[in-house]
Each structure stands twice: as C-alpha cells, then as structure tokens.
C-alpha cells in the first residue's frame, strides 16, 4: 500500500516538471516587450533612487534665456562665444557642450569662420590649457557623425545621441538605454569621463553589453531622481541636479560660481523644439523631460559605474521553471483558495526581491515570463484540479449510492431476521417454562438446571434481538418519542424492583436514594430501558459483597439519574470509545460477560433525542458512575412550582429510602 502511493507521488511530481518544462520552453521563446518594459519603468521610477552626483551641474538655454535675449534657440554664435569666454573665468571641472552647433547660424555657416568662431575655439582652448577638458557633442544620421562647422570640428568632439526604443524593446520612444561606443569609438559620456580620468580609456562602464547589428556598446542606465521638469497645472519641479541659466552664466551673476569644481554640461530646453526632449520612465508626456538631464544621468551612470546589468538567460529560464512547477504542486496539492493566496505570494515574493536586486545591486532579472507562467498556472491547473475533482466525486457518488443500497439490504435483512428470530425464541421460551412448571417435579436437579439455562439463554437472545431492532430503528431514523408526564421516581423504582433476583443471586446491594422530583415529559419506555441498562452494566461488572448506588436530584432545572457501583472501572481511552457502537472493552472481566456493545450506544442515543447528556466518571479499580442528565419540561414544572419548597419537604417527609439485599 505505501510503495503504490509512492508510485503516485512520483508519477505525479513527474507530470508536474514534465508539464512545468513544457509551459516555460513555450514562454521563453516568447517576447513579452510591453509587459518588461512596464515592469522595468516601475522599478526604475518608483523603487529607492541613487543620489544624483554632486559634481554635475547643467546650464539650461531655456525659454527665459531666449525670451530675454529676444533670439531664436538655440541663439546666435556670438552669444555662444561669449558665454564660453564667460564661462572660462570659473573654474568648472569639465566642460560637456551639448548644444547642436550645427543649427548655430544654420543659414549663414560661413560665420563660423569670423571672428565669433574663433573667440569660441580660443576659449575652449584656454580651457584646455587650465586642464578643464572641453567636449562638443555631435548628432549622428546616416552618413555617420555630423561634426560641427570649421574651425569648431577642430575641438575635441563625440557622438551624443539619446537612444529611443522605436523599433526595439517596448517599441514605446521610451530612453532606457544609453549608446557607449560606436564603430570601437567612445561617445560623449565615456569619452568624457575618461578624459575626466574617471575610466579607463578603451574601457566600458559595467552592465555594457555590445549590438553586433550596429557594431556599437549599448548600456542600461540610472535615473538619479524625476526628470520631469513641470508637473500638473504647469507648476515646475526641482531637477535632481543643480542648475544654473545660460544668461545667468553671460552676465556673470553671483549664481555663476556655483560651477566651480563642476563637471558643466550645457544644453537647450526650449519649448520652441521638440527635439529638446524625451520620454522617460517618469513621464511620456511632450516637452517634459529635457534631453539634457537625460545626458547628465548617463554621464553620471557611467563615471560612477552604476549601470543595470542583465541577468544572464538561464537565470530567467529558472526562474520562469521554479514559478510554474510550484504553481503547479501547490494548486494540486491543496485548495483552491490556498493555491490562489500562494501564486500571489510566490507573485509578490518573485516582484520584491526583483525590485532589491535592481535597486541595490543594479542587477535586472526578467520577470514578464515567470509572472506570466504563474498566472498561466493557476489558470491552467484549476481546470484539471477541477475535473479530477468532479471525477473523484462522481466516484464517490456511486460508491455511496452503492453503501446506501447495501446499507438498506442489511437493515432490511437484519430486520427480517431479527423479526423471524423473535417467533422460534419465545416459543422455545414459553416452552421450556411449561415444561419446567409441569414437570419440575419428575424432573431430576441435573434436568431441571438444564431447562433454567435454556429459558436463560433465550432470554439473553432476546435481549440481542430487541437491541438490533432498536438499531435498526435508530439507524433508519425510524424511531419516535411517545411524550407523557411521568414521575423519573417511579421508573427507576420499577427498574430496580426488577432486578431484585438478579442482584440477590449476585450477593449485591442496590441501595436508591431517591428525592421528590416533579413529573416530567419523556418517552418512559425509553428511560426504563436506559436505567435497565446502566443497572445491568453494574450488576454484571460489580464484585460479590459490593454496592450499586441508584439517586435521583434536581440540579438547575434540570434532572440527574446516577447510577454507581464498585466495579472494575473504565481507563480513559475506555470511556472514550464507551458509546461506540459494538464496542466493548477488552480485558479478562469482560470477556467472561456476554453482550454486545449496543446498550451504551442507543443509551446515549434515547438520552439525547431528549435533550439530555450521559456523563461517565470512572478510573480503573475504582468503579464507574453513569450521571443522566435531562432537562426538565418548562410546561410541567410551571404547573406545580408555585410553592416548590412546601411540595418538595412534604414528599422527602413521605419519601423513604429503599434498600434491596
């Protein structure tokens, strides 16, 4: 029996890895873009943010700037020029020009020759020479890079392009990733950091990984805080990074030296140009996010080395694996609402440790197939629970009908049987006590002894016979209660003058102490043959020389029949099992004495089709007390309990104790 529920434990754990196996090689080989990337922007915009670096500040050509200087953005090159001579009188740790100087003077780009050309390459040089390195950005289009008009394309430049995911990823414009070289050249943000010698040159910041379609470094970027500059309502936001204004910058204010020991970046944002902005995970919202805190993050993900590394393949196939096989087990193996509470749970556990990893140790797990596969689990698995369900119910269902048919077949039988039996025995009965009438004279004692235990027999046979009808009534929800008034005092009385013989030839005492009692409403024949039992039991378990204790009290309206005697006692898994059909308790005592097992059981059942309780208290070799505990009938008791106390002392006057030797 336990090597075949072994057998189908294991043929069951293997359907469940076969089955888990398949479910994830079909996810794996499924892109779920919309889902990742909604899970990826939630960790990055709502899970705990690195602290923006200190050391970058922006310089921002904003709307004010171009409002107050009455020009178009991205201005003129002679506001360029001397801005950067400006600029050269602080002391800034680097400097990173953002701004597409291709669209500086776009209709006249011969002015780049003039004098504003060169006072721009001779501040940068200056610059330079103090060992402030200087880096234009440039664009990038088909052709390759769009280096800036001569002479500017003589100062060191770099590729700045702030990468979309249009036709990659979620395919949502959203910027996640950041371009880290192209065709084996550094861009803006590691060409400056190494020049900052914050990298080593030819190296790649961590979580760099490289596109073999665009020969280029791509790598997964921090956001250091909201880069959305205004909120509802147009009200402005504080950008994570100190800002100063490029006219604040041209003019020379106070606010200016806040750029020293800064590495500079400067930029456009106007709401004159879309191109000035992106979409990030905070906001998709138009002219929200500027391109330029984009560039600070990058370049403060790259000196910092805080990039989002991938976990690698096998880690999301075990993952996806581990989450489904243990849908899976758990939905089989237990309920349906606990198999609901634990794939959200396994759920939540797989989204929080994924958001620690990500937000502690920069490490991105994948989690739109293993969420995937738990939901797909729970969804596939209830189906197939609920058909082996309603299989083993329809089992069970013809199982019971067949119990039930069997069931009725023994009761009708035991019916039959016991009706049929009853005829023969109380003829045999009745015959054998004419025979002992008649002939006990002619009879020798030897005789005389062998018909006494003949009309004993049968009288024991009909005991058993009477008992199986009564079970049969009970268990057939055959029997009813005849209801009448009686006075308890006068059954057990009648009780006990029936076993007056009995208890003679036993050499036992029955001593009742009865008080007055009220009549009550009860079936009489039914708590005759309760007191007949209880007396029974103790006359056939009670040494010779002992006593059996029969009273009768009220206590709290209610009625206490107890019936005690110095028998061998019960131990406690005895009592426990007392009134258990067909049970009787296994020791030498017992054995001797026939029964069978019925009295206590339907005992307790006419007790409690009354209302009542049968209490047993006994220890072994300290006899057993049987306490019957019935409530009594409001109607009667109202009738005769005006003066309760009167009623009660006369009878307990009159009441006498009865003793039987």
């Given amino acids: 029996m336990k090597s075949e529920k072994n057998k189908i434990r294991a043929q069951k754990t293997a359907l469940i890895l076969v089955a888990a196996a398949v479910l994830t090689a079909v996810l794996m080989n499924l892109e779920f873009k919309l889902l990742e990337s909604t899970l990826y922007d939630y960790r990055m915009a709502n899970g705990p943010q690195p602290q923006a670096d200190p050391e970058i500040a922006l310089i921002t050509l904003d709307d004010s700037t171009v409002k107050e200087l009455d020009e178009f953005s991205p201005l003129p090159l002679d506001f360029h020029a001397r801005f950067l001579e400006a ?76 990468h979309k995911d249009g036709n990659v990823f979620a395919e949502d414009k959203v910027t996640r990733r950041a371009l880290m070289s192209l065709y084996d050249r550094p861009v803006f943000h590691t060409e400056l950091a190494s020049r900052l010698g914050l990298l080593k040159t030819g190296a790649m910041p961590r979580g760099s990984f490289y596109v073999p379609e665009i020969d280029g470094q791509y790598l997964f970027f921090r956001y250091h805080g909201n880069t959305a500059v205004e909120h509802g309502g147009g009200k402005r936001s504080a950008l994570p990074y100190p800002t100063v204004s490029f006219l604040d910058v041209l003019r020379g204010t106070p606010a200016a030296k806040q750029l020293d020991g800064k590495i500079v970046l400067i930029g456009t944002m106007t709401r004159e140009d879309s191109s000035d902005f992106a979409f990030t995970p905070f906001s998709r919202t138009p002219f929200v996010n500027p391109k330029l805190v984009v560039h600070a993050n990058i370049l403060d993900t790259v000196i910092n080395e805080s990039g989002i590394t991938r976990a690698p393949q096998w880690f ?251 028998g061998i006692g019960l131990s406690e898994d005895e009592v426990e099992n007392l009134f258990t059909r067909f049970y009787r308790a296994k020791n030498a005592t017992t054995s001797a004495v026939a029964g069978t097992g019925l009295g206590l059981y339907l005992t307790k059942y006419f007790i409690e089709a009354h209302q009542g309780r049968v209490v047993v208290e006994s220890a072994p070799g300290a006899g057993s007390t049987f306490r019957i505990i019935l409530p009594l009938d409001p109607e009667a008791h109202e009738g005769s309990s005006k003066k309760p106390g009167l009623r009660r002392g006369l009878m307990k006057f009159f009441n006498k104790e009865k003793q039987y030797v």
């Fill in 316 to 566: 999301a196939w075990a993952m996806t694996f581990f989450a489904t096989a243990f849908v899976f087990w758990w939905v089989l193996n237990s309920t349906p609402l606990k198999g609901l509470f634990a794939s959200i749970g396994i759920g939540l556990a797989f989204l929080l440790g994924a958001q620690y990893l990500f937000t502690a140790h920069g490490l991105w797990i994948r989690l739109s197939q293993p969420m995937i596969a738990i939901f797909l689990g729970y969804y596939l698995v209830v189906p197939f629970r609920l058909i082996l369900e309603y299989k083993k119910r329809w089992d069970y269902q013809r199982k019971n009908e067949l119990l039930v048919q069997v069931e009725e077949l023994k009761t009708n039988f035991l019916s039959l049987v016991t009706h049929d039996l009853k005829t023969p025995v109380a003829r045999i009965q009745g015959l054998a006590e004419v025979l002992l009438r008649k002939a006990s004279e002619r009879l020798i004692e030897r005789d005389r002894e062998t018909v006494e235990h003949i009309i004993g027999a049968t009288d024991e046979l009909n005991r058993f016979i009477t008992s199986i009808l009564e079970l049969n009534k009970v268990e057939s929800n055959r029997l009813t209660l005849n209801l009448e008034s009686k006075d308890v005092n006068q059954l057990i009385e009648k009780s006990v003058d029936g076993f007056k013989a009995q208890s003679r030839a036993s050499r036992i005492t029955i001593e009742s102490n009865l008080e007055p009692l009220f009549p009550v409403k009860l079936d009489s024949t039914l708590i005759c043959k309760v007191v007949n039992n209880l007396i029974d039991n103790a006359l056939k378990y009670s040494p010779a020389g002992s006593t059996i204790r029969v009273e009768s009290r009220e206590i709290a309206n209610q009625i206490e029949i107890s019936v005690s005697d110095q």
């Fill in 87 to 162: 600029l050269a009188q602080n002391n800034p740790k680097a400097v990173g020009y953002l701004v597409d100087m291709n669209r500086v003077n776009q209709a006249n780009p011969d002015l780049f020759r003039s004098e504003w050309g060169n006072r721009f390459v001779k501040a940068a040089g200056d610059l330079e020479a103090r060992g402030i390195p200087v880096l234009i950005g440039t664009s990038f289009d088909v052709t390759g890079e769009v280096v800036p008009p001569y002479p500017l394309s003589a100062l060191p430049h770099s590729i700045a392009v702030i």
